[in-house]
């Protein structure tokens, strides 16, 4: 054992306590520097926690199970890239069953217990309706993404936000294509009597009498779920109808088509905005050629397209390594997915440490962003206005038993013009303006040794960074734009 030699000296017991109390210093001192962080060393930051209840069981499963799956891959996609600011996201999902006090119920725990900082999604109409007076009294930001009901925006709330166009929007189109695409007369419908299906017949009714003068001329509710529509297609059929709106669920519709066929009517049949599943064809075989539905995607959830190429990978990668289901992805993978970029969105302008009062600020100031690269159209919300997008189109089921796109090219990417040169060893900011942008497009030059990177995309603007080699011959050269979509463009540049 080493001990401390104080020498012998006349001032020795001066010496002693000087030495005894640069013992203590020292001491004092090495504590304090044990008790200090390692310079460079993180702090692990809390994950950003959010809920989101929707039926993973019961008769309305099919629509909440993709849709979770939907959020499931984008948080996984998130978190492997290191999380928002730093922060993992963390999400917790109850089964509602589509019960509403089931929803009411988990929403209740989600806030109380799990202290969310939001929910997305949500279930389906009735559910989703039954939990608004618990999401604005706890000020709750809530990103819904399944329910189109118009109901879930009136009256505002500063607290609720929508993914797509909702039934009031996706009548108008319905309504247009009735009164002057085929000049309808005497339209009919048949629908359940989900919310679903009512809330169609109240939005559709209204279109078509401010639009066009029009009344249906029979209207049949049914109980959702039945299998036999006979009662109800001969009621339509002794009304002499030159057309058919059919508002409910897919399996449904395939059913109602089959029927009609066999009970001879040969009338235009129309299907509202949750038709084109795979369902549809499935049950109703070749009666289903021609009919057309409503849609409220650019893009169709089907492998050729690369976003849902894209998505359909990283589903397996993360969520479902066993392989997707028959049927998948369907509409609210598409919606799922796409609500999860638009909150990634928020979250990573919301502040390094986001609040729900930044979140919804962060909301509230996107503008033109297109969500799951490509797969929905662009967003937009204002202080006053959550329902982010109003745009429709319609897809058809062709001979193949597929559904098709009737109006690809009305939403196909245009380029008008490029601003700002290019410069030989340095790197420049251009913006190409045109329309329809969507997605993260690859871009590429024809100059050797020039790096193009997409800075940002807007459904009107792209901003690129165009880096090129020194020694690049300057005068005219050419960009290539592909998009998600698999459009391809070119449009010239100026180098300098």
């Not at 797509?164 to 009548?171: C, R, S, V």
């Not at 129309?270 to 995607?297: D, E, N, R």
């Not at 871009?443 to 940002?456: D, H, W």
Request: positive net charge; aromatic residues 6%.
């Amino acid at each position: 054992m080493r001990h401390l030699i104080i020498p012998e000296s006349p001032t020795r017991r001066n010496l002693g306590s000087i030495s005894l109390a640069a013992i203590l210093l020292l001491v004092g001192l090495l504590m304090l520097v044990l008790v200090q962080p390692v310079s460079g060393a993180s702090t692990k930051k809390p994950p950003i926690v959010l809920g989101m209840f929707t039926p993973l069981s019961g008769s309305s499963s099919a629509t909440g199970i993709p849709a979770a799956n939907g959020v499931q891959t984008w948080v996984a996609q998130t978190n492997a890239k290191g999380g928002i600011n730093g922060h993992l996201i963390k999400l917790i999902t109850l089964d509602d069953a589509g019960i509403p006090s089931q929803a009411v119920s988990d929403v209740q725990r989600l806030i109380s217990v799990n202290h969310v900082m939001a929910i997305i999604c949500g279930s389906t109409s009735g559910d989703t309706q039954a939990v608004l007076p618990l999401i604005n009294e706890t000020k709750t930001p809530f990103l819904s993404c399944i329910s189109s009901d118009p109901a879930l925006l009136t009256p505002f709330s500063k607290y609720v936000y929508s993914v797509y166009a909702n039934e009031n929007d996706q009548a108008q189109g319905i309504a247009t294509y009735i009164g002057s695409k085929i000049q309808s007369t005497r339209p009919a419908i048949i629908y359940n009597n989900s919310d679903y299906g009512v809330a169609g017949f109240d939005a559709t009714t209204a279109a078509l009498k401010a639009k066009y003068n029009l009344s249906f001329v029979d209207a049949q509710e049914y109980n959702t779920g039945a299998v036999d529509f006979t009662s109800e297609l001969l009621n339509i059929e002794q009304s002499n109808p030159d057309s058919l709106l059919i508002q409910a669920y897919p399996a449904e519709v395939g059913i109602i088509v089959r029927q009609a066929e066999q009970l001879g009517m040969n009338v235009p049949f129309i299907g509202g905005g949750a038709t084109p599943t795979s369902l549809l064809p499935a049950a109703a075989g070749s009666a289903s050629v021609g009919l057309k539905a409503i849609w409220v995607f650019p893009t169709l959830p089907v492998p050729s397209n690369s976003a849902v190429r894209n998505y359909i990978g990283l589903l397996k990668k993360y969520v479902d390594q066993s392989g997707i289901p028959s049927g998948r992805p369907s509409l609210y993978d598409m919606t799922g997915y796409c609500a999860g970029t638009i909150m990634g969105e928020a979250l990573s302008n919301a502040g390094v440490t986001p609040t729900q009062g930044s979140l919804l600020s962060a909301l509230n100031k996107i503008k033109n962003f297109t969500p799951g690269n490509g797969m929905c159209f662009p967003v937009s919300y204002t202080d006053s206005n959550h329902s982010g997008s109003s745009a429709t189109t319609f897809v058809t089921i062709n001979k193949s038993l597929n559904f098709a796109m009737d109006n690809a090219a009305a939403y196909s990417a245009v380029v008008s013009r490029i601003t700002g040169v290019a410069v030989p060893g340095r790197r420049v900011v251009m913006r190409v303006l045109g329309s329809n942008f969507s997605g993260n497009p690859e871009i590429t030059s024809n100059a050797a040794g020039t790096t193009v990177r997409l800075a940002k995309t807007s459904s009107r603007v792209l901003t690129l960074l165009v880096t090129s080699r020194a020694g690049t011959g300057k005068g005219v050269h050419l960009l290539t734009i592909g998009f998600a979509t698999g459009q391809v463009l070119k449009i010239r540049y100026n180098v300098r």
